[in-house]
């Protein structure tokens, strides 16, 4: 199982910190990502980083806004997102995957997601 939490509104330009608590499998076993849904549009690839922390990748549209990390011992991953913009306005999920460079089109489990709206 995965729960998001920490969306919300914030202003363009605000900050807001993301987290994806999992339960029920071993977490360090799993590439895990971060993806978003905006309304009337397919779902987006954010985000994703490698089993132990040590690698990351991010789509073109957040790549020096938001970064991605993980803390194995509390089987949690996070999404920090800095400079927050209109466009990023979006239903966030995770997801869990055992291939991490696959993650950008696939993944095993997912998470129900949390809303993220941004005001301009």
């Known amino acids: 199982q995965l729960v998001e939490s920490g969306g919300g509104l914030a202003q363009a330009g605000g900050s807001l910190r993301l987290s994806c608590a999992a339960s029920g499998l071993t977490f360090s076993f799993y590439a895990m990502g971060w993806y978003r849904q905006a309304p009337g549009k397919e779902r987006d690839f954010v985000a994703a980083i490698n089993w132990s922390g040590g690698s990351t990748y991010y789509a073109d549209s957040v790549k020096g806004r938001f970064t991605i990390s993980r803390d194995n011992a509390k089987n949690t991953v996070y999404l920090q997102m800095n400079n927050l913009a209109p466009e990023d306005t979006a239903v966030y999920s995770c997801?869990?995957?055992?291939?991490?460079?696959?993650?950008?089109?696939?993944?095993?489990?997912w998470g129900q997601g949390t809303q993220v709206t941004v005001s301009s």
């Open positions: 997801a869990a995957g055992k291939n991490f460079r696959g993650m950008m089109t696939s993944a095993d489990y």
